[in-house]
C-alpha cells in the first residue's frame, strides 16, 4: 500500500494504479459538485420567495389610501391586518430574505472555490469581485463628472 503523497503524486502525474484512491477522489468531487447545486437550488428558492414578496409589497403600495386592513396569509391562516402592519412584515421579510440570499451566494462562492481546489483547476478571474457600495459609487460618479 502506498503512502498519501505517493497517492497524489501518482493522481497529478495520470498514473491511476490505486483504484480505491480514484474512487475516493471521484466520491469527494460529486460531494463537492452536489453542495455547489444544492446552494445554487437554495438561492433560486430564496429568489423566488423575494419576487412574491416584492409583489405582495407593490399591490400594497398601488392600492387606494382608504383601504385600511388588507388580508395576509400567515401559516396557512388567512389574517386581516392593518395595512400600515402588512407593509412593516413584507418590508422585514424582504429584507430577511435579502440576508439570507447574500449569506447563500457567499457560502456558493466558497462551495465552488473548494471544488475547484478538489479539481485542481485555477482560480477564475475576477469570481471574488465585489459590487461598489452606494458611496463608493457616488464617490466614483464624482470623479468622473468632468469627464462625461
Known sequence: MTNQGEQIRLAQGGVHDNHDFVLKYLEEIEALAENVLAER???????????????????IHKQTP???????????????IPTK?????????????????NQAEKKLKENIKKLYDAEKKPEIRGFNLKSL???ERQEFDQLLEPYI
Open 41 to 59: 437550488r437554495e438561492i433560486i428558492e430564496l429568489n423566488k420567495r423575494r419576487d412574491k414578496l416584492r409583489e405582495a409589497s407593490r399591490a
Open 85 to 101: 402592519d402588512c407593509k412593516r412584515l413584507i418590508d422585514r421579510d424582504f429584507d430577511q430574505i435579502n440576508l439570507e440570499i
Open 66 to 80: 382608504n383601504i385600511k386592513t388588507n388580508w395576509m396569509c400567515l401559516n396557512n391562516n388567512f389574517l386581516a
Open 133 to 135: 457600495s452606494r458611496e
